[in-house]
């Protein structure tokens, strides 16, 4: 397999983004992790796992690389239909479930 970068600097990208990452975790996580944290860093902290999934799913949903980047009916009826079943019933898992069954069904209806 031909690579379109040396593989030198392949292992270097690769080792230098390893050792950033794991201090990111080690500054918050090892100096801090022992002591109490101020509320506002407590409060804040909450809203970081409702941040990540919006922040995976909106470019699959908008761009989808299926359709070719061009937003779709199915996936954005998917998507209103696990936000509201998410924000009625405060339930993640019901609201993941009736979003990937809406979008089997949308594809399936749209062919």
Do not use: C
Not at 44 to 73: F, I, K, N
Not at 95 to 111: D, F, K, P, R
């Amino acid at each position: 397999m031909n690579l379109p970068i040396d593989k030198t600097a392949l292992w270097t990208v690769i080792i230098f983004l390893g050792l950033g990452s794991f201090g990111l975790r080690f500054v918050f996580l090892g100096l801090i992790g022992n002591r109490t944290m101020p509320e506002w860093v407590l409060r804040h902290l909450r809203y970081t796992a409702v941040a990540v999934l919006p922040a995976l799913v909106a470019p699959l949903t908008l761009w989808p690389s299926a359709t070719d980047g061009q937003p779709d009916p199915a996936r954005l009826t998917a998507a209103a239909v696990t936000l509201a079943i998410g924000y009625f019933t405060r339930n993640v898992l019901a609201a993941i479930g009736a979003g990937a069954i809406t979008l089997y069904v949308m594809l399936w209806l749209l062919g």
